[in-house]
């Protein structure tokens, strides 16, 4: 099982950047389908944006044009770049590992979770 470790987390003001890294260890990183989640307080749990093995993406419409997900496989990790962040990006973001593309379940290995905090 991969074990994930995100970082590049904190407090942004709107309008700005962040970069979320996942650090993956533990298993063939290549092989597995990577995506970011978000949860914000009171809210489930939902896809940010996926990259699966062979490189495909995808995004939940709200950052599409705003947030791009990539992967360096020759160091086992998949970034967020995070621009015009809003206020509604505001929440804990976890990285999540799983073999296949299913996304839309909730299954697979999970990192710690980032908080992101964007302010007016």
């Known amino acids: 099982q991969v074990q994930l470790v995100e970082s590049g987390g904190g407090w942004v003001q709107a309008g700005g950047s962040l970069r979320l890294s996942c650090a993956a260890s533990?298993?063939?990183?290549?092989?597995?389908?990577m995506g970011w989640y978000r949860q914000a307080p009171g809210k489930q749990r939902e896809l940010v944006a996926a990259i699966l093995s062979g490189g495909s993406t995808n995004y939940v419409d709200s950052v599409k044009g705003r947030f791009t997900i990539s992967r360096d496989n020759a160091k086992n990790t998949v970034y967020l770049q995070m621009n015009s962040l809003k206020s509604e990006d505001t929440a804990v973001y976890y990285c999540?590992?799983?073999?296949?593309?299913?996304?839309?379940?909730?299954?697979?290995?999970w990192g710690q979770g980032t908080q992101v905090t964007v302010f007016p």
């Open positions: 999540n590992a799983k073999i296949g593309s299913d996304f839309d379940r909730l299954f697979g290995s």
């Open positions: 533990g298993s063939i990183f290549s092989i597995y389908s």
